[in-house]
């Protein structure tokens, strides 16, 4: 089977660091893809992970590890815009994703 | 660059009643993807198309689902007759730049589905 376990809800304030877990299970694995939805808003793309490490894109960050099958997601210098909810997906195969329950984040003043 | 455009963007409908939903890719992207997002959960894939044939419709409830691309351009998905739990976002998504070679998927707004 396929799964992917994120955090349901998070929060923070506002110029804080926030790390969001996934943890995943599949049946193949070609990378790790993060997105971001506002409420009542399309998912928009915000990192690709195939190989291990960091990958830093402005106050984002986004990690893999692929022998622990465990990846993260970095928001530094949270602002309130950040709040969404945010979603990690499995690349199984070259162009299909498998997406996790997503992540709630909340920020607060 | 234009985005992946759908209509409507909301409808609402009695259950048993028909619908059907719209969605133009960007211009470029080889393959389509229809996902249902249910309220709290992340999204579902539906079917999925390479240009105007069908990759993978495992998911699709075909006794009351249907999907065309016809002209592998655009593509309409339709619910024939809706029941109360296909009430969803519907989100279009396609992939696959060949001058770029990337495959990231870019969604569209959605069409927020009700069945009452």
């Known amino acids: 089977g396929q799964s992917l376990e994120q955090p349901s809800e998070v929060t923070a304030v506002e110029g804080a660091i926030v790390q969001i877990n996934c943890t995943y299970q599949t049946s193949g694995f070609y990378g790790l893809s993060w997105y971001q939805q506002h409420d009542g808003g399309a998912p928009t793309f915000l990192s690709y992970?195939?190989?291990?490490g960091l990958e830093e894109t402005g106050r984002f960050s986004s990690f893999l590890s692929r022998s622990d099958s465990y990846g993260y997601l970095l928001l530094q210098e949270l602002q309130m815009k950040d709040s969404a909810s945010y979603f990690c997906?499995?690349?199984?195969?070259?162009?299909?994703?498998?997406f996790g329950t997503g992540t709630r984040l909340q920020v607060f003043p | 660059e234009a985005g992946v455009a759908q209509s409507p963007r909301y409808k609402i409908i009695e259950k048993r009643q028909s619908v059907a939903f719209w969605c133009n890719p960007i211009s470029g992207h080889a393959t389509l993807y229809w996902y249902q997002q249910i309220l709290g959960q992340g999204p579902k894939l539906l079917i999925q198309?390479?240009?105007?044939?069908?990759?993978?419709d495992s998911q699709l409830p075909k006794d009351r689902f249907s999907a065309e691309r016809l002209k592998g351009v655009d593509s309409t998905l339709k619910i024939q007759p809706a029941k109360l739990e296909d009430s969803a976002v519907y989100l279009c998504a396609s992939s696959f730049d060949r001058d770029r070679g990337t495959y990231e998927q870019y969604f569209g707004p959605g069409t927020r589905l009700t069945v009452t």
């Open positions: 198309f390479q240009n105007n044939g069908v990759v993978d």
């Open positions: 992970n195939a190989l291990d």
């Open positions: 997906a499995v690349r199984v195969n070259t162009d299909k994703l498998i």
